[in-house]
T-cell receptor
Framework: DGGITQSPKYLFRKEGQNVTLSCEQN?????MYWYRQDPGQGLRLIYY???????QKGDIAEGYSVSREKKESFPLTVTSAQKNPTAFYLC????????????FGQGTRLTVV | EDKVVQSPLSLVVHEGDTVTLNCSYE??????LLWYKQEKKAPTFLFML????IEKKSGRLSSILDKKELFSILNITATQTGDSAIYLC??????????FGPGTRLSVLP
């Protein structure tokens, strides 16, 4: 079955730690996105990538980093510089250039302890 | 700055009621407007609208776009408790990214 897989579903991070959230898709999509969702708010864009080895900052990129070494994979690292990382993180992908809906993973809930 | 606004932010109705959710937008390059339903985790796709005045329907849900006035509505008739969710509106600004609104939290009481 084609889809997007995020892991882990739940993640606990200690203050000062870096953690990496995984996002893998087998839909052959070119474009991939990371969003953050806080309670009562919509989705805010962290980073996006339209093609392998290229990515762009979104609206709230500070304290986060990404890589896009393979088409299928777009991991997100939440660094210690992110002051308030507790949130729900969603990864999405879509076909580039044709105007199509985004498909979402099931999300990772990150909590700082 | 591209912006999507949704109203109301929260809505409580009883089963059988009809609801209308609103989405307005300001983007520099508009390609399409999308509606998603988010129950627990992953938003699921409902509709994509690209042309004004053409209603899209799926069961009890329907949506329409007005590109002149820059808004869309999502209607749900004969609501059921299973319709309880956050409804997200997003605009595709020509492939750079999707700009999401804050969502409308709909609660349908039995």
């Amino acid at each position: 079955d084609g889809g997007i897989t995020q892991s882990p579903k739940y993640l606990f991070r200690k203050e000062g730690q870096n953690v990496t959230l995984s996002c893998e898709q087998n839909l052959n999509h070119d474009a991939m996105y990371w969003y953050r969702q806080d309670p009562g708010q919509g989705l805010r864009l962290i980073y996006y990538s339209q093609i392998v080895n290229d990515f762009q900052k979104g609206d709230i990129a500070e304290g986060y980093s990404v890589s896009r070494e393979k088409k299928e994979s777009f991991p997100l690292t939440v660094t210690s510089a992110q002051k308030n990382p507790t949130a729900f993180y969603l990864c999405a992908s879509t076909v580039s250039g044709v105007g199509a809906e985004a498909f979402f993973g099931q999300g990772t809930r990150l909590t700082v302890v | 700055e591209d912006k999507v606004v949704q109203s109301p932010l929260s809505l409580v109705v009883h089963e059988g009621d009809t609801v209308t959710l609103n989405c307005s937008y300001e983007v520099t390059n508009f390609r399409s407007l999308l509606w998603y339903k988010q129950e627990k985790k992953a938003p699921t796709f409902l509709f994509m609208l690209t042309s004004s005045g053409i209603e899209k329907k799926s069961g009890r849900l329907s949506s329409i776009l007005d590109k002149k006035e820059l808004f869309s509505i999502l209607n749900i008739t004969a609501t059921q408790t299973g319709d309880s969710a956050i409804y997200l509106c997003a605009v595709d600004n020509y492939g750079q990214n999707f700009v999401f609104g804050p969502g409308t939290r709909l609660s349908v009481l039995p």
